[in-house]
């Protein structure tokens, strides 16, 4: 079974532009969240998709969006990039349902603003 | 306050010898869980070992075990036997109850363990 496969691996942007990162996940997963790690931050939660609807949402900016699509295939976009956006941003999928199922993760995409 | 607390920034532990890795909690939800991650230096996070908030049993997962004790709100990750491959950063994290079936996990700031030959 495929794991969960986020692209691209490496994104290099300046400041201000927009980049659109991609999550598959797990077959038969429909849950799909998205972190954000830094080495100041660590992790941290950015939102929730699940049967295309967003259902949670960490405190960040606006800038910050998401989506999923009727396969629960994933997109996260940044848009006005800044130097603090500089991460490693990693998806991760689920199964619906009991508490004790796990989050899958995918490699991460190392996101570097110039 | 932090919700979940891992204070042992870094760690050396002998080849083949045992390793406790720190964690603490805190949360008013009487239904949560506690989940371990490794994250190798190559980026991808590896789903180790969950405990329920109402599992009486501590859960094991070959030769990771999770020492948990729930007055304390702790929930120590044990590796028996270490392997140099043991050699990551080790994320302890939570879910609590959330509205109805949405998922975030809250992690801690991490151990970085590393395993000496």
């Known amino acids: 079974k495929a794991g969960v496969t986020q692209t691209p691996r490496y994104l290099i942007k300046t400041r201000g532009q927009q980049v659109t990162l991609s999550c598959s996940p797990i077959?038969?997963?429909?849950?799909v969240s998205w972190y954000q790690q830094t080495p100041g931050q660590g992790l941290q939660f950015l939102f929730e998709?699940?049967?295309?609807?967003?259902?949670n949402k960490g405190n960040f900016p606006g800038r910050f969006s998401g989506r999923q699509f009727s396969n629960s295939r994933s997109e996260m976009n940044v848009s006005t990039l800044e130097l603090g956006d500089s991460a490693l941003y990693l998806c991760?999928?689920?199964?619906?349902?009991?508490?004790?199922?796990?989050?899958?993760f995918g490699d991460g995409t190392r996101l570097s603003i110039l | 306050a932090q919700k979940i607390t891992q204070t042992q920034p870094g760690m050396f532990v002998q080849e083949k010898e045992a390793v406790t890795l720190d964690c603490t909690y805190d949360?008013?939800?009487?239904?949560?869980?506690l989940f371990w991650y490794k994250q190798p230096s190559s980026g991808e996070m590896i789903f180790l070992i969950y405990?329920?908030?109402?599992?009486?049993q501590n859960a094991t997962e070959g030769r990771y075990s999770l020492n948990f004790q729930k007055a304390r709100k702790s929930a120590n990750l044990v590796i028996s036997a270490s392997q140099l491959g043991d050699s990551a950063m080790y994320f302890c994290?939570?879910?609590?109850?959330?509205?109805?079936?949405?998922?975030?996990?809250?992690f801690g700031k991490g151990t970085k363990l590393s395993v000496i030959p």
């Open positions: 949360t008013s939800d009487q239904s949560y869980g």
């Open positions: 998709y699940f049967s295309e609807t967003q259902r």
């Open positions: 077959s038969g997963h429909r849950s």
């Open positions: 994290a939570m879910r609590e109850g959330q509205r109805a079936g949405s998922y975030q996990l809250t």
């Open positions: 991760a999928s689920s199964l619906a349902g009991d508490r004790g199922q796990p989050q899958h």
């Open positions: 405990q329920g908030s109402y599992d009486e």
